[in-house]
């Protein structure tokens, strides 16, 4: 048990936490790995006191914050979901992209990926898979990077030059054989799939997995990136106008609803 | 930081239990009615201080639970969402449960929702509609009774008996004509409903909303339900095999990942 309480204690020491951080530090102990926990294993992984834990934990589930179930043990409440639903990047786009993404999964029939930008990373926000749908390896909420998928190139391209600049400038993680490293050749690539409008993604960030994204333009910022993903070596191109579609559809639904401005409409 | 030496018996301070609703009750303010807010907005809608809103803000932003614009508003952040999806009814479910769903939804082609009983009402945790798809006045999150709706019969039908017995002895609300509010005669529906393997829902709840719903039963415990809903008054029993397919398969899956227990698979 040492080691999980090791790896998940890269926070400031307890003490010189706030109160507030102490509390908000219990919720950021769970993961995929552990979605559930009993006290002592809270105590542990955030090195809070068990009495601590004990009474924040309390607030916490008084808030529905945390959930506890027969056993004692805690888990991530339904507010948090209620709230993540909320978020406008993420809970709002998702729900207004999902017809979209529904359409463009019922043309091509194979996996449909939505992505945003965070940080200096794709993250997937919605993911469409079919039951007979190859495996997929990307879960909800993961990261990925931006220069060795689809949708991240997507992303890539279509951003501030800047921001561009900043990504082309870090170093470039090679994830197989094909992943591109070079930042000048990433530069060109960055610049054909602004031609085409689209990017392709033939197995650089995992083997055997190939996809096409394009850019979801929002008064001509990109905001999002549709990918359609598949895991047998099969050529995806004949997907492209009905992507382009789908993701121009999105780009307009979002213009008129005035997406994450306060003029917002519901 | 006297708190941290308090023992598990002790009463907690009413100044550090406060600071950790305080902060708590930030987030609260936000709806989809108010997405994003400026701190005298927060400060207004949560009897906050100025100075403590500022304060307590900066840690909530800190620690991703806030996104501040270029105009200084906030909204909800990133990381409840990520903690949303790790939440198990709602993220994992939906998650688990989308493949399913969307098949269900290649069948039909009409609206698929998928919903859990929280406290003594359902919720939403899924709703796909495509482009053409009729307005769905659903919205994910959203609460909608037990008694009027397809979905919400579904899950009361096959819920345990002290829990239909206590939602029988509650007012039952009249939301439409059709709507039933007679505890003998919802009793005797819900009996049909158990017989049938699925509800059937015209109107209880909205004027022209007609849907069927089965229940998703784990290891013999109804955890959630599925509905086909549409908004012309169409017969939907030609889609009651799909659909009780579909709540089976689902519940199989959940009980072969170990799904909502500590030995859940991933």
Redesign the interface.
Known sequence: MTDVVLASNDAPT??TR????R??SI??V????R??MTLSEISRATG?????V???A???EE?R?L?RDE?G?Y????Y?????????????LR?IA???L??L??TCRETVQLAVI?GVDA?Y?E???????APVQS???ARIPLHATGVGKALLAFSDPTFVDTVLGMPLTRYTDDTTTSRHVLAKHLAQVVEDGFARSRQEYLIGSTSIAAPVLVNGVVKASIGIVNYEDTDLDEWAPALLHASK?LGTRLEELRWGT?E?K?
Do not use: C
């Open positions: 307890p003490a706030s109160v507030t951080a509390a908000l919720l950021g769970f993961s995929m790995e979605p559930s809070l006191p068990v009495a601590t004990y009474r924040l309390g607030e916490l808030g914050f959930d056993d043990r888990s991530l409440g339904l948090l979901w209620e709230m993540g639903m909320l978020t406008p990047v993420h809970g709002r729900e999902m017809p979209f529904l359409n999964q019922y965070d993250i926000i993911k469409l898979s079919m039951v007979e749908s879960r909800i909420g559809a306060k917002e519901k």
